[in-house]
C-alpha cells in the first residue's frame, strides 16, 4: 500500500488557474523606472556634473576653505609638468581607459590612483593632504605632483577629499 499523501492533488481548475496566472505575469507590462532609478542611472553613466564645478554653474564653499585657497596659484590641468606622473597614472592603469571616467580631466585620474594606492595606508577620514602628509611623515615617498596638485587653488576647493567622500564614506 502507497504512503498517503499530505497534499491533495490539484484539481483540472486549478491547473488551468494557475498556468493562466503565468502567462498574465508574462504578458504584463513593463514597469517604468521611479525617479531614483533614473537619478542612480544619471550618476552612475557620468551625466551628472556634481564631480567637478564648471563655469556656469557655481559651487558653495565653506568660507574657511575659500580662506584657505585665497592666494593660492590655480591649476592648470594641460600644464606639461604633469605629464611625468599621468604617464605613470595611465601605465597603472594598463593604459585602459577608465570605466566611468566621461567628463572627467587627467588631474581627477592622477588623484583617484593616489586614492586607492594601498602603499600610502587608507584614505578615508582624511583629506588627500593629509594622507599625503602622513605617508611622507612615516617614508613612503608619495608623489611629489600630488602634493602640489593638492595646494593649488582648485586642489583646495575641488580635489579635497578622497573619491570616496562622494559617496558617504
Not at 13 to 42: E, M
Not at 52 to 60: G, L, N
Not at 133 to 160: M, S
Request: charged letters at 30%.
Amino acid at each position: 500500500m502507497p504512503p498517503k499523501r499530505s497534499q491533495s492533488a490539484l484539481s483540472v481548475s486549478a491547473k488551468k488557474s494557475r498556468s493562466s496566472l503565468s502567462s498574465s505575469v508574462l504578458k504584463s507590462t513593463p514597469v517604468k523606472p521611479s525617479s531614483t532609478s533614473n537619478s542612480l542611472l544619471s550618476r552612475t553613466t557620468g551625466n551628472s556634473t556634481s564631480k567637478s564645478p564648471t563655469s556656469q554653474q557655481e559651487k558653495e564653499y565653506e568660507r574657511s576653505l575659500l580662506k584657505e585657497a585665497e592666494g593660492r596659484d590655480e591649476l592648470d590641468v594641460d600644464d606639461a609638468r604633469w605629464d611625468g606622473i599621468w604617464n605613470r597614472t595611465r601605465s597603472a592603469m594598463g593604459r585602459v581607459r577608465p570605466v566611468h571616467a566621461e567628463g572627467q580631466n587627467r588631474i581627477q585620474h592622477i588623484l583617484r590612483l593616489f586614492d586607492l594606492d594601498p602603499t600610502y595606508g587608507p584614505c578615508i577620514g582624511l583629506t588627500r593632504l593629509e594622507r599625503w602628509e602622513r605617508a611622507e611623515e612615516l617614508g613612503e615617498h608619495p608623489p611629489r605632483e600630488v602634493y602640489d596638485i593638492l595646494t593649488t587653488k582648485q586642489g583646495t576647493l575641488d580635489y579635497r577629499d578622497c573619491v570616496f567622500k562622494e559617496h558617504g564614506l
